[in-house]
Structures are given as C-alpha cells and as structure tokens.
C-alpha cells in the first residue's frame, strides 16, 4: 500500500533524509520514531507530496506520488501535529468543504458517525475559536478521515487530547487498520507505539537505524531477555557511539 524506495530529501548540502526505503502493508500501523532532527516530519511531508523528495520513489496505493499525484493523493490522508484550521468555517462547513473537494457522496451519512466517534457531534456549528485544542485536533482529524483514506499519516496525533480522547484516539487508529488501512504514526511516546504499532522504523540524522516488528527490534537491541522496554531499546539504537580513544604520540627517543 506505501512503498519508498531510496527517498533522499536535500536542503542544499543538508541531508534531511537520506535513501529511505520501507513498505507498509494494508492493516499494518508503522511506528516511525527517532530523535528530534532524526527526519520524522520531512519525510511525512515527502510522502504526502507535501514537498519534492531530491531522490527517490514514493507509491501510494500503487500510485507513483510524483507522476500521478492526483490519484495518488486521493488514497491519503495526513494529520499534522498543529491542526490548520478555517477561522470563519464551522464544524460542519469544514466536513462539507473537504466533502466537495473530494467528491464525496452522501457526505453527511460518514460525517455524522465520526463526529459521533470522535465526540464532537455537539459541537457541529461551533466555530475553531470556540474549540479547545484537543477538539481543533479532533476537528483536523475527521476532515481527514471523512473521505475513508487507505493510507493515514499521523504526527503526533495525542497532541492536546486528555486520558479519554487518548484512549478513543487509540481505539479509531486501531480500527482503520483493522478495516485494511496502511497507516504511519510519528511519536515520541513509546507507549503508544508499543500499543498500537505492529512495526517500527528507527530514524537517525536522516538514515534508518532498522526497521521490523517490535519483536525482532527488541530481539537484536535488548541485551538481557528481562530487558525489552522499547524505550530503553529506543534509546540504546539511537545511542551516540562511544567516542575513539585519544590518540598518544609516545615521545621521541632520547
């Protein structure tokens, strides 16, 4: 369903991203995480025809994003970290604009439900500035969804939710793969990569530490059989190696 293959993103002599290649299948949730400036973002915005990748080939849905983008973007859909909302659009003015730019039928019928998913039904005539910022992130999120995408980008997507937006948070990821959908999420809570993620791809200054099941990342990063915490197995796979020794000039002969 997602397939890269070599994606390289330059700002100049700057390696953003650096020879990515990954797939993930329907139903499968791929956690991608790394350090801050590891390239989680920039290659989310790759793989949404956000921005050009430099080099390298990304499909969606069997569409090459770069030679059929139209096609490609209609499989797809990307929630951002910081909702970007319409200041003058109510709830249900933003379903109805995102049903009109997708074309999607009987827009009312899927909307209803989501809302009701998502527990913002009550606030359909409420306008952003009367949301708070977990509802503006539950907002963005059923715009994204209103057009039954079958691949889904998250970054962050806990951002501003209490513990039952969370938890109902969760429970929608979980069922959109569960319905067949590719999906990435992007966080720094291992938690809720280890809940909800069937795989992991490890990001380093741009380039793939590994990628694979938890069990096999656990497996080749986990010293001791009692010590499995993905976060400490995070943190041993993106640790600095050790620096070299110094080097000694012995002293000239007398």
């Not at 770069?66 to 709830?91: C, G, H, N, S, W």
């Not at 907002?139 to 938890?167: K, N, W």
Request: with cysteine; hydrophobic share 40%; glycine share 8%.
């Amino acid at each position: 369903m997602i397939q890269v293959e070599a994606l390289t993103k330059l700002y100049g002599d700057f390696v953003a991203v650096n020879q990515l290649t990954f797939s993930v299948q329907p139903g499968e949730v791929l956690g991608l995480v790394g350090p801050n400036g590891a390239g989680k973002t920039t290659t989310l915005r790759c793989l949404a025809g956000i921005i050009p990748p430099t080099r390298g080939t990304v499909r969606v849905g069997g569409y090459d994003l770069a030679r059929d983008p139209i096609a490609a973007k209609k499989q797809l859909a990307f929630m951002t970290d910081e909702p970007r909302l319409f200041d003058y659009l109510t709830v249900g003015q933003h379903l109805n604009f995102v049903a009109r730019i997708y074309q999607v039928v009987n827009w009312e019928e899927i909307a209803t439900p989501l809302l009701e998913e998502l527990e913002i039904a009550d606030k359909r005539d409420k306008l952003p500035g009367e949301l708070s910022r977990g509802m503006k992130q539950k907002l963005a999120i059923a715009c994204g969804l209103l057009h039954s995408p079958r691949v889904i980008y998250f970054d962050e997507p806990l951002t501003g939710l209490d513990p039952l937006g969370i938890r109902r948070m969760k429970d929608s990821i979980l069922k959109r793969a569960r319905d067949g959908a590719a999906i990435i999420l992007s966080s720094h809570l291992m938690h809720l990569v280890e809940q909800i993620c069937s795989h992991i791809l490890i990001l380093k200054r741009g380039g793939k530490v590994i990628d694979g099941s938890i069990a096999e990342i656990r497996n080749r990063f986990s010293q001791e059989s009692a010590d499995n915490d993905l976060e400490e197995v995070f943190l041993r796979a993106t640790a600095e190696p050790p620096p070299a020794p110094p080097v000694v000039t012995p002293p000239p002969p007398a």
